[in-house]
């Protein structure tokens, strides 16, 4: 059996701004190569952001919260047929 490569995921929670947030991708995409697997999970304000920064490396990214309803009148809330649509 091969040895399964570790998986390190991290988000942010209600910390970071815009600029923050890419000086941060920028400090973990420099300090690679990495023996596990990276990725980040945002708050879904920032998304777009960390897609483009992260677009053709190795670090994966998604969202750091999903609501359990798929539709529906909760403000707020993000679905994954949301996430998925904007490639999360």
Same mark, same amino acid.
């Given at each position: 059996? =091969? %040895?399964?490569?570790?998986? *390190?995921?991290? &988000?942010?929670?209600?910390?970071? @701004?815009? %600029?923050? &947030?890419?000086? !941060?991708?920028? $400090?973990?995409?420099?300090? $690679?190569?990495?023996?596990?697997?990276?990725?980040?999970?945002?708050?879904?304000?920032?998304?777009? #952001?960390?897609?483009?920064? !992260?677009? $053709? @490396?190795? !670090?994966?990214?998604?969202?750091?919260?999903? =609501?359990?309803?798929?539709?529906?009148?909760?403000?707020?809330? *993000? =679905?994954?047929?949301?996430?998925? #649509?904007?490639?999360?």
């Amino acid at each position: 059996m =091969s %040895a399964r490569r570790k998986l *390190v995921v991290g &988000n942010w929670k209600m910390h970071g @701004s815009r %600029a923050g &947030n890419a000086e !941060l991708l920028r $400090g973990i995409l420099a300090a $690679g190569p990495f023996a596990a697997e990276l990725a980040v999970c945002a708050p879904f304000p920032y998304l777009a #952001d960390v897609a483009t920064a !992260l677009a $053709g @490396s190795a !670090l994966a990214w998604g969202a750091q919260d999903c =609501s359990a309803h798929e539709q529906g009148a909760y403000t707020g809330e *993000v =679905s994954a047929a949301m996430l998925a #649509d904007v490639g999360a």
